[in-house]
């Protein structure tokens, strides 16, 4: 079946420094979608991308999507506290509306 | 900003037992869905519903789960007959708005989760 991976699983910064996780699935993706989850929290939609090659950026975020639609990044620069969370990626298919998602990184960012 | 709202936050449960949560997806939406979240494990897909039928479901959707839209508001997720590994974070979600298309590309919206424990 499909499958989602992303690495690092956990990453620490300190505050100030850049994070970055990346979205590897099997399968080439119709579009993909990135959420956050705060400990405790079910996931917030963060953003979509569905072109080939996609970057679109929000403030300190950067996510980008893959020629080959099947991988995919998010940069933070400039950590702050606040940015604390799990960050998942999920896939689609062309033809499916369920999420496959990722494993997610778990982001601490100490002060 | 309307939202996904739950129903119980949290439901403890004797092993063996029926157990229904209860989910109000956004008023417009036309697809909703079911995922559960092991603790300290990602989000897993269980069921989408379309149209008052199910329209995906995944391996872990077998005979014991169950969905239902008893009307225009409500959409339940059922659990017949708990196992232990049942217990995880169980999370509603809602997407593609009433009177336009449905698109792969719809937001799913989800709400704040029902954390069920087995015992």
């Known amino acids: 079946g499909q499958q989602v991976m992303q690495i690092p699983q956990y990453q620490h910064v300190q505050e100030g420094e850049d994070f970055t996780t990346y979205c590897n699935s099997s399968?080439?993706?119709?579009?993909i979608q990135w959420y956050k989850q705060r400990p405790g929290g079910h996931p917030v939609f963060l953003i979509q991308?569905?072109?080939?090659?996609e970057v679109k950026k929000q403030k300190r975020l950067t996510f980008q999507f893959g020629e080959a639609k099947k991988n995919s990044s998010l940069h933070i620069t400039a950590t702050q506290t606040t940015d604390v969370g799990t960050y998942f990626c999920?896939?689609?298919?062309?033809?499916?509306?369920?999420?496959?998602f990722g494993t997610g990184t778990r982001l601490l960012v100490s002060p | 900003e309307p939202e996904v709202t739950q129903t119980p936050s949290h439901q403890v449960t004797q092993m063996g037992q029926e157990v229904i949560l209860r989910c109000v997806p956004i008023s417009n939406h036309l697809y909703f869905y079911w995922y559960r979240q092991i603790l300290g494990q990602k989000v897993e897909f269980l069921v989408s519903?379309?149209?008052?039928?199910?329209?995906?479901k995944s391996e872990i959707f077998d005979d014991q789960f169950s969905v239902e839209r008893p009307d225009g508001s409500n959409f339940t997720l059922k659990i017949r007959s708990t196992k232990l590994e049942d217990s995880a974070m169980y999370f509603c979600?809602?997407?593609?708005?009433?009177?336009?298309?449905?698109?792969?590309?719809?937001?799913?919206?989800f709400g704040p989760g029902t954390r069920l424990t087995v015992l």
């Open positions: 519903f379309y149209n008052n039928e199910i329209s995906e």
């Open positions: 999920a896939g689609r298919r062309l033809g499916f509306q369920k999420l496959v």
């Open positions: 991308l569905v072109k080939s090659g």
């Open positions: 979600a809602s997407s593609g708005l009433a009177g336009g298309p449905i698109l792969s590309t719809d937001t799913q919206y």
């Open positions: 399968t080439t993706l119709s579009n």
